[in-house]
């Protein structure tokens, strides 16, 4: 499961960052190199749960990265494409999350039945 996504194709070749932000634009430099592994290994996490899914709160905990650099893989990964959201799970602390899957296992929603009156 290759990096099908060009590298950072949608923040001109750098990872992503606030436009007019000095800070977060030095952030973004400061994981360049780091960036597109953890993209992977996210990547390869939230495939191997299949359609259960992941939520961001389990691939920190589950990979031991920070929310700093967990949650800006998923959001790459969700822009390219690679995963999509399927629901809403809890977090560790009890708050609302979204379980993001593979776009093979995203569930379609059923048919609607129009009845005749």
Not at 57 to 70: G, I, T
Not at 83 to 95: D, N, P
Request: contains cysteine.
């Amino acid at each position: 499961m290759g990096d099908e996504m060009g590298e950072y194709d949608l923040y001109g070749g750098l990872p992503p960052f606030e436009k007019g932000s000095a800070t977060s634009l030095a952030a973004a430099l400061s994981v360049a190199g780091t960036a597109r592994a953890q993209r992977e290994l996210v990547f390869r996490f939230i495939a191997s749960m299949l359609d259960y899914g992941s939520i961001c709160d389990e691939a920190e905990r589950r990979l031991n990265l920070p929310h700093q650099s967990c949650s800006p893989r998923f959001r790459e990964l969700a822009q390219a494409g690679r995963i999509v959201v399927q629901g809403k799970r809890k977090t560790a602390s009890g708050k609302d999350a979204l379980v993001w899957v593979l776009p093979v296992f995203q569930k379609k929603p059923a048919p609607v039945q129009l009845s005749l009156l």
